[in-house]
């Protein structure tokens, strides 16, 4: 009996169920600073014939706007800011930092911001007469004309390896990270970088979804529909 | 049947209808002296690693790779609202008394209780007792006395405060100091347009008006609220539609989910 056919389109249903969570989760998005929208995954056979899934972030630029506040960094080309967490570094272009309580620069779960030298500490500069936070294009913080320190921007090794946690961060395994090539990227004083989610896109992404599904439920049902019939082939009225 | 999609959407509405509630009061301080906008900030929820069931019992090799897992969020919340301390326009009010600051600054302000707040409100008033104060009523810091015998009063640029007399004779009173931080954002809004100082937003640094970076004071002046009505109007048109996005993934769940109870006929 087609059994078999039955359980194929099964699995069309549920891997679109999972596709409209994806979108779900960008659309959600669409206001995050610094969010990369995830692509729903794909399966694929790979060289031993097994089946594997494929799951991809759009690591593209989104759209760089003012804030006009002057801890509020953007990274205009490649490269992330690195967090210090519990847990290890962390990877993110959300650049919304603020002065915690004790005069570190952190983002706004409380982490803190690393430069080139440890983590980023203001301290007793946050007393000085001229204490105007100035951020130059390759990342030097300076606290009127006291040099602080340089944020550091790194790259990822493996895009595709990094592991999403909340706030816009990843997690990379292994601390699989370079420092950028300053030849890459600017950093952005008092703008922020928004969402790269494009509302168009994800509703035609959903929409083909929903259809895809229904295809999938209209096929479903011829199925079962057939097997009905088959189940009464030679059946005495 | 997972309803991730559904709770993923629902915080999407909710995040949008904070962020129409912030716009509106942008909107509604529009003409209030000296306001400073908010903004929402949004950040995405956790991640929870989801596994790619394959159907088939035969694919069981496949169900424990590794690769056979993805990462599914669940939506978004809310992380801050932000002042942003820009300058609003300064508009002439011909009050004598009505002083903004046109560049960085905070004037200082003691409340009742003897604690000192930060304000870019500058309709002062007199108070009975002839002091400067707030429209609230709380005293300019530091003190500026006028007696009864006042004519005019001239404020200039860095603050001090000279009279013109009735017997033609001129004084100066006092100078106003203005107060500045580090990050003026980690002020924390008290209503009445008062600010005061937290740990975040770094200590008061003193200072006269025209120097060191601090603004310049200008009589007969008021800083108006520093909100756009047209970038606040945009704000709620992407707000609304954002909030209409998500509502439509919860229609397309919802259809999803329909199609899925009618399977079995």
């Known amino acids: ?237 | 049947m997972s309803t991730r999609a559904l709770r993923t959407a629902a915080s999407g509405l909710y995040a949008q209808q904070l962020n129409v509630e912030v716009i509106s009061n942008n909107i509604a301080n529009v003409n209030t002296t000296g306001f400073k906008k908010n903004k929402a900030e949004f950040q995405d929820l956790m991640y929870q690693e989801v596994q790619v069931n394959p159907t088939q019992a035969s694919d069981a090799a496949a169900q424990s790779t590794p690769s056979a897992k993805i990462q599914v969020g669940n939506g978004v919340q809310s992380s801050s609202t932000q002042k942003i301390f820009k300058q609003g326009d300064v508009v002439a009010s011909g009050n004598q008394l009505d002083m903004a600051i046109q560049g960085d600054g905070l004037f200082q302000v003691r409340k009742s209780d003897g604690t000192i707040v930060y304000t870019r409100d500058g309709s002062f008033k007199v108070n009975s007792e002839g002091k400067l104060v707030t429209s609230g009523g709380y005293l300019l810091e530091p003190e500026i006395s006028l007696t009864d015998n006042v004519q005019s009063i001239s404020i200039s640029r860095d603050g001090s405060v000279d009279v013109l007399e009735n017997d033609g004779r001129t004084s100066t009173l006092g100078t106003i100091e203005l107060a500045k931080f580090m990050n003026p954002s980690g002020l924390v809004a008290l209503g009445n347009n008062l600010y005061a100082e937290t740990e975040s937003s770094g200590v008061p640094i003193l200072g006269t008006a025209g120097s060191k970076g601090f603004g310049e004071i200008n009589q007969g002046f008021l800083e108006s609220s520093n909100v756009d009505i047209v970038e606040e109007m945009v704000a709620m048109i992407t707000a609304q539609r954002a909030y209409e996005i998500n509502s439509k993934t919860v229609k397309t769940v919802e259809e999803m989910m329909t199609m899925a109870n009618n399977l079995k006929t």
């Open chain 1, 1 to 237: 009996m087609m059994v078999n056919g039955i359980y194929h389109i099964a699995r069309s249903l549920n891997s679109k169920i999972k596709s409209i969570d994806v979108l779900a989760n960008n659309l959600a998005n669409i206001n995050s600073t610094g969010f990369k929208k995830q692509i729903p995954f794909q399966e694929y056979l790979n060289k031993n014939d097994e089946i594997n899934v494929k799951q991809t972030t759009d690591y593209g630029q989104g759209e760089v706007i003012l804030s006009a506040n002057p801890l509020d960094i953007a990274i205009s080309g490649d490269g992330y800011f690195l967090l210090k967490t519990d847990n290890g570094t962390e990877l993110t272009r959300n650049g919304k930092f603020h002065i915690s309580d004790n005069g570190f620069l952190v983002n706004g779960n409380g982490n803190k911001v690393l430069g080139n030298n440890g983590v980023i500490s203001f301290g007793d500069l946050m007393e000085t007469d001229n204490p105007s936070i100035t951020i130059s294009k390759t990342g030097e913080i300076k606290i009127g004309d006291t040099n602080v320190d340089s944020l550091a921007v790194v790259n990822l090794e493996n895009p595709q390896d990094a592991i999403r946690t909340s706030n816009s961060n990843f997690v990379v395994p292994n601390d699989n990270y370079t420092p950028a090539s300053p030849q890459n990227f600017e950093i952005v004083q008092g703008y922020l970088e928004e969402s790269n989610v494009n509302p168009i896109l994800e509703m035609q992404n959903m929409i083909e979804t929903n259809k895809d599904y229904e295809s999938a439920y209209k096929i479903m049902r011829y199925l079962d529909q057939t097997m009905e019939k088959s189940s009464q082939i030679g059946k005495v009225y």
